[in-house]
């Protein structure tokens, strides 16, 4: 491998090299430019490791550059002008090119279809697809979860996203549980307790569930410690809940992820919007655990009587 890869541009040529491979090419030097990952263009079209492909540039753009496992890992990008897209030197069809996107690593979209690589996805709804992924080979829409492009079915039953790594069927619920490779999409995850009640089931933000009977807290790390996911709320007090990211209190008391605290004030518990790790209450301002020594003479009330200027790192009371 006696080339390091690039392309070399002198006054009237060019040279793409890597590896074992050298290629002398001859642009329109005036509009030649590199635009990396191997491709380059001129007012004639794109290069790609040497290559010419003659196209109308306008809205050229890289919408990805994967390390495909059937190519060995090698990387190559996926581009697109407001025509064609193409993968490497390969032009794909892609219903609208101009729309074209990146989901994940593996999965593409435009306005129409969801794409794994380059092969569409049969009956995947774009419109509904989950920002929320625990791996790049799984993506969901409103209604099923795909893997590897087909649809990942568990025990006979299409399986719906709900939040980062909890998904359901309509009589299990799972949890992602990490790890890389393995040979079957249920491999990935764990199954959970028959505690939910799945047909109410549904994601509050990035750490809490709801269904109608119980308060869940997922702890979003793998492999899961610990299969209980219940907060010890009451079922009569689900309708009076507020959320602070890894907070949460039902007005009468107050609770990080699963675990009650002590030491605040649960109907008047608040967070700096932004910054969770800061808290307030009627009785002071935390940071954690460690009260901020103002002089408190009103209820704090973030955005009323204090504020907190990120960029200072200076909280401001009365």
């Known amino acids: ?89 390969k032009q794909i069809n892609i219903s609208d090119p101009a729309t074209f996107e990146s989901v994940t690593t593996c999965y593409f ?20 697809l989950q920002k929320e992924r625990a791996n790049e080979e799984f993506v969901s829409d409103k209604l099923n979860t795909y893997y590897q492009g087909k649809p990942f079915i568990y025990k006979g039953e299409r399986v719906q996203q709900v939040s980062n790594l909890i998904y359901k069927t309509t009589t299990h619920v799972l949890r992602y549980n990490g790890g890389y490779d393995k040979e079957r999409a249920e491999d990935y995850f764990v199954e959970l307790p028959d505690y939910f009640d799945i047909p109410t089931l549904r994601r509050l933000n990035d750490r809490y569930l709801i269904d109608k009977n119980h308060l869940y807290y997922d702890e979003s790390s793998y492999p899961l410690r610990d299969k209980d996911l219940r907060v010890p709320i009451p079922k009569e007090n689900l309708n009076k809940i507020k959320l602070f990211k890894v907070f949460v209190t039902d007005r009468d008391k107050l ?52 504020f907190y200027m990120d960029n200072q790192r200076l909280f401001i009371y009365e």
């Open 109 to 128: 979209k435009d306005k129409n279809y969801l794409y794994y690589y380059d092969q569409k996805v049969e009956g995947a709804d774009v419109a509904t």
């Open 1 to 89: 491998r006696p080339y390091v890869e690039g392309y070399i541009i002198n006054q009237d040529y060019v040279i793409y090299q890597e590896e074992n491979t050298r290629k002398i090419i001859k642009p329109d030097m005036a509009s030649f430019a590199i635009l990396g990952s191997g491709l380059a263009k001129d007012k004639n079209g794109i290069y790609y490791q040497g290559d010419f492909i003659k196209i109308d540039t306008t809205g050229f753009r890289v919408v990805d550059v994967i390390r495909d496992k059937q190519s060995d890992y090698r990387e190559e990008p996926i581009w697109r002008t407001y025509k064609k897209a193409f993968r490497g030197t």
């Open 255 to 306: 609770y990080r992820g699963k675990e009650p605290l002590s030491g605040y004030d649960a109907a008047t518990f608040g967070v700096v919007p932004g910054h969770y790790y800061y808290q307030y209450d009627k009785n002071g301002i935390y940071n954690w655990r460690k009260k901020l020594p103002f002089h408190y003479t009103n209820r704090p009330e973030y955005g009323k009587n204090f």
